[in-house]
DNA sequence: GATGAATGAGTGTTCATTCAT
DNA sequence: AATGAATGAACACTCATTCAT
């Protein structure tokens, strides 16, 4: 309608927003699946949030489903990789390192939307069992690993005693998933006085667990 | 698989079908709220499943809210109210009564079918704040309550030290969560050498917390 | 279930609610018809009222449907008798007869409940076009020959003009249907400063008409 | 029946008939709400008879209450407005001003489909209290409003009585329900020989109501 | 005769998906 | 590429009617 080819804005609007529209809706399908749940959640609204209409939503992504999978995809990868290298540079006992990473992990995913994702897939995986077999393969496995890795250094250098290292694990993992899911869904409507500080829960639950995992003091007989 | 198909048909038709209705409708609604989760279970597959017709279910429950409830009633709380008489009539330690319960609660709720009905509520929380609001009361509520009074009373014996009992709490929870959420949705696709021993996993975790709970032992050096 | 046949009490209890029986269902069925109208209304709820079963309703009754026509019929007959041994009595002028008739109408049918019954007809008779025809008859034409018949004396004595019947008969009726109308449905929901006092509108209009029946006064040239 | 079979079909399939839907639709339902009442009326109807898929009349309607206060505001309301201004805009005496309203609303509501909307309040008003309290605002109130306005006027000229303005005004109401209940029952299947004219009964009932009206004439002896 | 458990065809309403434009 | 009008298969829930007991 104006002649906007005369403006000097080189970058053409159509192909522009073209290739924008894909990440608009999936950022869309995100805040959106977080908030309500896959069956909750309508294409319409996906739509309306991406500000285009419901038809074009079916030109980026065949059906629902696959565009649900295409936002967990989209939102799981590449988290991990910035642990893996701090872990690794990683000099000193490992004690202070867990403490770092799980009061980081509050900071960066926990207490952030990105904890949506998690709850997400949690919440869904029974319905999508390849989204779970993903999320399993691309995030859980990997965070396992880190956390074994450290285990595995604590042992070798006597900080901690040579415990099953899956128990160690899931003990670790479970106060935060316990955090995640008591944000998202029952801690909602929980009474005032059962409110949770998470970093002061997460610390009582670190100091647990690092003094179970301390080899018993030396001057015990 | 039985001779039975020799025998003639002896079920009655109507009148004492009445008696065993709610239950066949409890039955089939626990399976299927497992498996799909509450939006997607649809009142006509439960009343298929049930072996009766749509309008048969809404003879004995006036709602799908109120068979989810029922479910609820039938499979969990009939349970807090056993413990609660156990907890009443313990005498001795409290250590060896948690330790009990907690595998009680394994075997008759975490590895039964009944699990899957709180990973569907802390699933679906947010979309059925009635169903939220029912499960915190009739369920969280109460159990937080039992484990509070164990440990008050721990503390009042001199057997427990006087921690924060939000957290420990809460702490104790987690690790319930943990495989409940793990049975029910990440763990159904996790490769066979992550499998979890929940019995054991249990085990750990409480030593872990007791070990916690005890006050530093008198006569250690 | 007791020894009542040594009471002596002879009059079976079986047969004699077994007469009784479509009558209290017919009780029942009117107040819910009038309450509630024919779609809201549910046989459940009639049987409820009645004290007996859904099942034994359709003993007496085939069909919803019979049963309002039942329930119309036997409230329909009978109540014009009297008022036509009334006007046949009747000597001396026919306005304040026509005044008479009309305030007893309103004590007797207007104000009570079985105004509901003409407000019933006529709005389920689009419906229920037997109905309607039968109301016709048996009601609406029996009673506007006993206004004809009062116009005619009126007219023959020299006490009113000789006005088109039709147009007088309706005329006297529609501030009747507009009261029993009003009470039963807009009436309901209308402002309080636009409540109306039946009486005196009754009143009112029965002078406009009376007024209007006069012939014109004999000194005027 | 016509000579357009040989053209080709022209009616554009659906951009074009985006505009007539909502008018297909309030067609549809004011003739199936007439002919059956408001509870009686499936919206499956309505949009069959309108020719499309029920899924597009919640399209156009949000509901279907909605669907028949839209039926209320095209057929009813509008014309209120449109009487609106040809009292305030008038001059004169008021007599002949109501006489040709009375005689307007026969001719565009009265005689026409739109009475049966009339009817159809009346009739399920107890059933439908959003409905009565929608009717009671937007037609009721704003239609007395106008016959008060008219009598005031007329009183302030001294062309009328000082007379109970709420008498008269049902006064002049009662003959068009009676009309509009006439004719969508009772009068369905009244004999031949009690048919009314309505025009014919609405003037007489008009010139009894404003001779009632009208000031004792001090120029008679 | 009387019961009441059981049915299944409908209700209004929603929403993923299609397709002519 | 993008639209948005149109669809129709669900869904939870109701209720007149049936029929074995």
Redesign the pocket.
């Known amino acids: 309608m104006s002649h906007a080819a005369l403006a000097p804005d080189t970058t053409p609007r ?1 192909s522009r ?2 290739d924008a ?1 894909p990440g608009e809706l999936l950022a869309a399908a995100l805040s959106l699946f977080v908030e309500k749940g896959f ?7 996906v ?1 309306a949030r991406a ?10 992504f ?6 649900f999978q295409a936002v967990v995809r989209e939102n799981i990868v590449g988290r991990l990789s910035e642990w893996a290298q701090t872990i690794e540079r990683h000099e000193g006992p490992q004690a202070p390192l867990l403490r770092e990473l799980m009061h980081q992990w509050w900071q960066r995913i926990g207490m952030t939307e990105a904890s949506g994702i998690t709850k997400l897939v949690m919440s869904e995986a029974g319905q999508f069992p390849d989204i779970a077999r993903f999320y399993q393969t691309e995030v859980i496995e990997p965070g396992q690993a880190l956390i074994r890795l450290i285990l595995r250094r604590g042992v070798a250098s006597g900080e901690f005693r040579d415990l099953n290292p899956e128990h160690t694990t899931h003990g670790l993992f479970a106060p935060m998933l316990f955090l995640v899911m008591w944000k998202h869904s029952l801690g909602l409507c929980a009474p005032a006085q059962t409110q949770l500080d998470p970093s002061a829960f997460i610390d009582s639950q670190l100091q647990l667990l690092l003094h179970g995992l301390m080899p018993p003091s030396p001057h015990t007989p």
């Open positions: 159509r927003r073209k529209r069956a909750a959640t309508t294409v319409e609204a739509a500000g285009v209409s419901k038809g074009t939503l079916f030109l980026y065949p059906s629902k489903v696959e565009l």
